[in-house]
């Protein structure tokens, strides 16, 4: 059984709209889940369960982070945005209702995605092909899904894509044009004329008066 995606490009990277670079967002938490498809299951496969996350994450928030999870899905693609609006499959929460964010779970429940912090992550689908249709209620948490599909799994199938920060503005110190190029005067609050030598140094603002016309 092997799983692909549309939604990473030919260098291993998700696409920016799946995460922090991209424009759709609830609260802050990127929401625009990616497509998947689930190719070769084995007979005998009753429904399918997968959870997508990112083992990067612990470097920063402690912890392996949970973006998505579902159980009950019983066709083989998933298309992009399925998240929240496909009723074919059971969505867990993810952890952003965790201890760092907060979010409540009826708001972290289905995808959140990509933003990682610090650098370039890895994030890993996995997808089981279970011999049994696991039904959990909206929202469960990770644990569920855990013990939940132990004993069931006839396949497993691993997706790999990576996804980087979003590139942050530096911030310029804006600094008066007679400090940057002494060539260029424009009349200080001290009142400093300029001189055969351009304007006074700044370092001299403190010790020197000098009258101006106004």
């Not at 940057?180 to 001189?195: D, Q």
Request: aromatic residues 14%.
């Amino acid at each position: 059984m092997k799983v692909t995606s549309e939604g990473i490009d030919g260098d291993g990277f998700f696409l920016d709209r799946y995460g922090s670079k991209g424009d759709d967002f609830i609260d802050g938490m990127p929401s625009l889940s990616f497509p998947f498809r689930i190719e070769g299951a084995p007979e005998g496969t009753a429904s399918f369960a997968f959870v997508f996350d990112d083992y990067d994450a612990a470097e920063v928030s402690g912890f392996d982070w949970i973006h998505w999870i579902g159980v009950g899905l019983k066709k083989t693609e998933v298309k992009e945005g399925a998240s929240r609006s496909d009723t074919d499959f059971i969505e867990g929460r993810n952890s952003w209702c965790g201890v760092l964010d907060r979010f409540p779970v009826s708001k972290a429940t289905g995808y959140g995605g990509m933003a990682p912090p610090n650098k370039t992550h890895r994030y890993t689908l996995k997808v089981f092909a279970l011999d049994c249709d696991l039904r959990l209620e909206k929202g469960f948490p990770i644990g569920d899904l855990a013990f939940g599909i132990m004993g069931h799994i006839l396949d497993c199938a691993v997706l790999v894509g990576k996804y980087s920060p979003k590139k942050r503005r530096k911030r310029i110190l804006q600094r008066p044009c007679r400090d940057l190029n002494p060539s260029c005067w424009f009349r200080s609050p001290t009142g400093y004329p300029p001189t055969p030598q351009g304007p006074f140094p700044l370092k001299y603002a403190r010790y020197k008066t000098v009258a101006s016309s106004p």
